[in-house]
């Protein structure tokens, strides 16, 4: 059974390697410059409070990892973890230890005063596994209770989501500029 630990700053570049891979999976692969982007912010994981990256190793092989955060709103009360990334290569136990690796992330969340835990599962075409993801989400109890829309600032191979980012930031600039 693979270890669950919590990374440490020299296995950086052996995550990003399979965040790589895990996006490469689903069909879409990443940019070089999104890969030393991804490298930089694993790099800082260890010295920061509210995010932690969880790996799983078998047999001194990372084969898994877990991005999870914690954040608050500075009005509101109350904590909000999240779930960012979870992956782990497919194998016979894949599921076990994506499980094992959700339930170290709880407990992180939950002790750093989390009263509310979430993560997306994205949908239709783009993620040809969204069914097996919703499945392992509620095989663990979690409830789907919220859809997300979202805009991106990057969209290859997009040019109307593109549009649609590049629009509010034209109509942001025009306020900005607004000497009224």
Not at 27 to 43: D, E, F, M, R, V
Not at 88 to 95: A, I, Y
Not at 119 to 127: K, L, W, Y
Not at 152 to 157: D, E, I, K, L, T
Request: with cysteine; proline share 5%.
């Amino acid at each position: 059974m693979a270890q669950i630990r919590i990374m440490r700053e020299d296995e950086a570049e052996r995550v990003r390697d399979l965040w790589l891979q895990m996006c490469a999976e689903v069909g879409t692969p990443l940019s070089a410059a999104s890969a030393q982007q991804i490298l930089t912010n694993l790099k800082q994981y260890p010295a920061l409070q509210d995010v932690r990256c969880f790996v799983a190793e078998e047999q001194q092989v990372l084969i898994g990892f877990l991005t999870c955060s914690i954040s608050g709103h500075p009005v509101l009360p109350g904590r909000s973890g999240e779930i960012e990334e979870l992956y782990v290569r497919s194998g016979p136990d894949s599921q076990i230890v994506e499980a094992e690796m959700v339930k170290q992330a709880v407990i992180f969340l939950q002790t750093q005063g989390a009263g509310s835990i979430h993560t997306r599962v994205g949908i239709g075409a783009e993620s040809p596994e969204e069914g097996e993801r919703r499945a392992f989400w509620q095989a663990l109890g979690w409830e789907n209770d919220m859809t997300i829309y979202s805009i991106y600032r990057n969209v290859p191979g997009n040019p109307t989501l593109q549009r649609i980012w590049n629009a509010y930031k034209t109509n942001h600039q025009t306020i900005a500029d607004d000497p009224h």
